[in-house]
């Protein structure tokens, strides 16, 4: 296997980003073997616990709206599975409380700033914002108000400019040097939930698979995480209540063989009782994952010998 690259902000500002307030910090970390062992980029945008004391000061009840945030603990699934299957791994750093990569940079509430002088128009720009959880949180359900006041807009633009834009930059290099190298790329972006609880006759989904109904991954794949899940007596629900959002909106081109599929799992299956700290199932999950990524590299693989006349588009070395 060849050996894995770090771009972190230090050897590469173009590809690290800065967290505000937290001077040499990287705002992420991609993990890459050069060349490329597999067609496919685990991606985890929200697992990011670097939290500057300029933000915590600033929250309400910061430990709560934190655990309520993250995706708690997903960047050590996904760094398991880059080790064990050579996948290529994107994690973010920054909090999502500071800034959420699976949002459109216009998706906000301009309430929130000390700009606003509100009768200009509605106040929240997206449909996440208006529920409260747009570019920049507002507020949690159950929780309430994040914030104890408003921000200023040059807070946001840094945030954009040091994390947002570089993330996706960078992602987006990424997705399009395994497709040259493959003829077909996988963006496995990853997620935890809370457990889902029963809704019916059937017992909750341990997993949701989401590709925006479709649009964002080609069918072959979904149903190969489909199959390898149903043989692996695991539970997984397609779409609902998770279909994807802006990364997979932003970065999917399956018409140009460069898919992506966002991939929730249930918190309880890998963390304590809790749902704090890495719990009795971590060791499971990992290998279940590796099992996963290994099943779709195949098929990703495929896809790209076929939309190449039965050739890679790079030879393997």
Known sequence: MAAPKQVDGESDPDGG???????????????????????????VPHAGRTYPDSLTGRMRHPRAAALRLEDRYADLLGQAVARATGAALLIARAPRAMID????????????????????????????????????????????????HRHEDHELEAR??????????????????????????????????????????????EFVIGDRFGASCHGTLIAAAFGYFAQARRLAGHNRPYA????LERHAAVDDNVHALQLEIDRSSYLDRALVEPG??????????????????????????????????????
């Not at 987006?172 to 990853?190: F, K, N, S, V």
């Open 17 to 43: 980003g800065i967290i505000p307030g937290a001077p040499g910090e990287p705002a992420f970390t991609l993990q890459s073997a050069q060349p490329s062992v597999l067609p496919i980029l685990i991606a």
């Open 101 to 148: 990569l699976n949002r459109a940079t216009d998706d906000i509430d301009n309430s929130m700033f000390a700009s606003w002088r509100g009768g200009q128009g509605e106040a929240a720009t997206g449909p996440r914002s208006r529920s409260g959880l747009g570019l920049i949180p507002r507020r949690i359900p159950g929780l309430g108000e994040i914030w104890k």
């Open 160 to 205: 954009v400019a040091g994390i947002h834009a570089p993330y996706h930059a960078c992602l987006e290099r990424e997705l399009a040097d395994l497709r040259r190298r493959w003829g077909a790329a996988l963006l496995i972006d990853l997620h935890s939930m809370p457990p889902l609880g029963l809704r019916g006759p059937h017992p909750p989904s």
């Open 244 to 247: 994807g959002g802006y990364v």
């Open 280 to 317: 009795e199932g971590m060791a499971d999950m990992v290998d279940l994952l590796c099992g996963l990524v290994s099943t779709l590299a195949a098929q990703v693989a495929e896809l790209g010998r076929s939309g190449q006349g039965g050739r890679w588009a790079i030879a393997a070395e």
